[in-house]
C-alpha cells in the first residue's frame, strides 16, 4: 500500500511535478470557488473554461506544444470575453451571465475552429484532458507563480469579497468601486484555469475550483471552514488522481475531477448539513427548545 | 450656495434636485436640510420616487438639475437596504457583519483590535445580539437580522444614515429596540432619513416628515400629516 503510494513518487520527477503542481492549485482553486458558489456564479467558471480554448488553439498553432505559448494565449482569451462580456453588460443593462454565456459560445467556435483548420493532433488531447506528463519544470514555476499570486491577490482582496458577496451596497457607499473587484476576481479565474490545464486540460481545470467548493458547503456553514474543507479536499482528490492516473493508465484530468465528484456525491449524501442523510436525521430527531429569548 | 452655509449644522442639503430614471422624470424640484439630530420620515406611494430620492442622495443616481450636497464624508454614510436585496445565506456570523462596520478605519487590510471587538460587543449589547454574536445570518429571525444590520451601522458610527422600511417583516421587541437606538444615534447627532408606512411609527419616531407626492416633495410634520389617523393604535 504505501509502496503503492509513494513509489511513483520516488521513482519519477514527472509525478512529483505533477504532484507539487496538483497542491499549488489545490490551494488556490477551491477557494475561488467557495466564492463562486457564494456570488451565485458556479456556472460561471464553466463557461470561462470554455472561453479559454481558442487562445490555447492559437498558442498552439503559433507556437506549437509551448506551455508558456498557449497558456499567455489562454489566458489573454479568458480575459477578452470576461471583459467584453462585462462592456457589454454594463453598456446595454443585460445580465453579466447571459452576456458571459453569449461570448464564451463565440469564443468556443472561434476555437474549434482554429483547431479544425489545423487538422486534429494527438498534442491538443492533452490541452483538453491534461497530462501530467505535460508538466515540465517550466510549467511547474508558472503553476506555482500563478498559484502564489493568486494567493496573495485573495489576501488582499478576501474582506472586500467577502463584504461584497453580502451586500455590494454597502461597499459602494463606502467609495469602492464592485466593477474593479469584480474584474479582479474574474482576472484571478481565468489565471488559475489557465494554470491549470497543464496537469487537468482546459475543460478539466474548473473542475478542481467547483467540486471541492460544493462538497465543501455540505460539511461547514462558516466561510473559513468552507475554504479550508475545500483545499482539503482538493488535495486529496490531486494526489489521489495522480495516483490512480498513473496506476491505471489514465488520463489525469478526469481522474483527479472523477475523485473529487465521488468527495462531491458522498457529501450530498451524508453530509453535515443540507445533505440527504442530514435531512433524514433531522426528520426522525425531536426538535431543539427555542431561544432563551424573547 | 449660500443656503447650505445657512445652518452650521446642516449634513445634507437638497437644492432643486430633479432626478429621473432612464428617461422617465420621477422627482423634479425637491429641496431640503436634514441637520444633525433630526429624523426625517420619506413617506409616499408605491412609485413615488422614494427609492430614487435615496439612491440620488446616495449618489448612485446622478441629478438630473440641482445638487445634493452632502457635509457627511463617504464613510460615514449608511445605507440599510430592505432585507430582501442582500443575500443573507452567506457564510456569515452576527459578529462578523457587525465588525464589517469597521470599514471606514480599518479598511480592507487592518486586523481588528481588542478595542474594536470590545466595541463590537458593546454594539450587540446594545441590540440584543449578545447571544447570537456567532450565530449564521441564514438561521436569524427578520428582526434578528435587522437589529445586527442596525449593528454594523452602529460600528461605523454612521452620521448620515438612510433606512428602507426598517421595520417591515420585524417583531414588536425588535421594533421597540430599533426606535430606541435610531434615537440615541440621531441624539448623539447622526442625520437619519427612514422610509416608513406605518403612521403611528412615524409620530414616535419622525421630526420631520418628508412627503413625496407627483414627482415633488412637500415637508410637514408628523403631527400635521395625520391629526385625523389615531396615533394610539398598538404596534403589530
Known amino acids: ?294 | 450656495m449660500a443656503r447650505s452655509m445657512a445652518k452650521p449644522d446642516t449634513l445634507l442639503t437638497l437644492e432643486s434636485l430633479s432626478l429621473a430614471q432612464g428617461n422617465r422624470m420621477v422627482l423634479e424640484n425637491i429641496d431640503g436640510h436634514f441637520e444633525a439630530g433630526t429624523i426625517t420620515a420619506l413617506v409616499g406611494a408605491n412609485g413615488a420616487g422614494k427609492s430614487t430620492l435615496v439612491q440620488g442622495i446616495m449618489g448612485e443616481l446622478r441629478p438630473v438639475s440641482g445638487h445634493v450636497r452632502c457635509e457627511v464624508p463617504n464613510a460615514r454614510r449608511a445605507w440599510l437596504p430592505q432585507q430582501l436585496a442582500l443575500d443573507l445565506t452567506f457564510p456569515m456570523s452576527v459578529e462578523e457583519l457587525v465588525m464589517s462596520g469597521c470599514w471606514p478605519t480599518h479598511g480592507s487590510f487592518k486586523r481588528y483590535g481588542p478595542a474594536e471587538y470590545r466595541r463590537g460587543q458593546a454594539v450587540m449589547q446594545r441590540l440584543g445580539l449578545q447571544s447570537f454574536e456567532h450565530r449564521p445570518l441564514g438561521e436569524l429571525s427578520g428582526g434578528q437580522r435587522q437589529r445586527a444590520l442596525l449593528g454594523r451601522t452602529l460600528m461605523q458610527e454612521a452620521q448620515l444614515l438612510l433606512l428602507d422600511e426598517p421595520f417591515a417583516n420585524v417583531d414588536a421587541a425588535t421594533v421597540e429596540v430599533l426606535i430606541d437606538v435610531l434615537r440615541a444615534m440621531a441624539a448623539e447627532g447622526a442625520a437619519i432619513i427612514i422610509v416608513l408606512h406605518d403612521h403611528d411609527q412615524m409620530t414616535r419616531l419622525a421630526d420631520r416628515v418628508l412627503r413625496l407626492e407627483r414627482g415633488h416633495g412637500i415637508w410637514s410634520t408628523p403631527a400635521t400629516i395625520g391629526d385625523s389617523s389615531s396615533s394610539a393604535e398598538t404596534l403589530a
Not at chain 1, 503503492?4 to 499549488?24: E, K
Not at chain 1, 489573454?76 to 453569449?102: K, N, P, Y
Request: with cysteine.
Open chain 1, 1 to 294: 500500500m504505501i509502496d503503492w503510494l509513494f513509489s511513483p513518487l520516488v521513482d519519477f520527477g514527472f509525478m512529483r511535478r505533477a504532484l507539487v503542481a496538483g497542491l499549488a492549485l489545490s490551494l488556490v482553486a477551491p477557494p475561488l470557488g467557495v466564492f463562486l458558489t457564494l456570488r451565485g456564479m458556479s456556472l460561471v467558471g464553466d463557461a470561462m473554461a470554455h472561453a479559454v480554448l481558442p487562445g490555447v488553439a492559437v498558442g498552439f498553432l503559433l507556437a506549437g506544444f509551448s506551455l508558456p505559448a498557449m497558456s499567455f494565449g489562454g489566458l489573454l482569451a479568458g480575459l477578452l470575453v470576461a471583459g467584453l462580456a462585462g462592456s457589454v453588460s454594463r453598456l446595454t443593462g443585460h445580465r453579466e451571465d447571459s452576456a458571459i454565456a453569449s461570448f464564451y459560445l463565440i469564443s468556443l467556435a472561434a476555437g474549434v475552429m482554429l483547431i479544425s483548420m489545423r487538422g486534429s493532433s494527438v498534442d491538443l488531447t492533452h490541452v483538453l484532458f491534461g497530462s501530467i506528463l505535460a508538466v515540465d519544470s517550466t510549467a511547474l514555476w508558472l503553476i506555482v507563480g500563478v498559484s502564489s499570486l493568486t494567493l496573495i491577490v485573495l489576501a488582499a482582496i478576501f474582506r472586500i469579497l467577502v463584504v461584497e458577496c453580502l451586500d455590494p451596497l454597502f461597499l459602494r457607499g463606502q467609495g469602492i468601486r464592485g466593477g474593479a473587484v469584480h474584474g479582479l476576481f474574474l482576472g484571478l479565474m481565468v489565471l488559475n484555469l489557465t494554470a491549470g490545464f497543464q496537469t487537468l486540460g482546459t475543460l478539466m481545470a474548473v473542475g478542481l475550483m467547483m467540486l471541492p467548493a460544493t462538497a465543501a458547503r455540505f460539511w461547514s456553514k462558516r466561510l473559513e471552514g468552507l475554504m479550508g474543507l475545500a483545499i482539503a479536499i482538493g488535495m486529496v482528490s490531486s494526489v489521489g488522481g495522480l495516483l490512480l492516473s498513473y496506476h491505471a493508465g489514465l488520463p489525469s484530468g478526469p481522474c483527479i475531477i472523477l475523485l473529487a465528484g465521488v468527495i462531491y456525491l458522498l457529501s450530498a449524501l451524508f453530509g453535515r448539513y443540507h445533505s440527504v442523510f442530514a435531512r433524514w436525521r433531522r426528520r426522525v430527531q425531536p426538535m431543539l427548545p427555542p431561544d432563551a429569548h424573547g
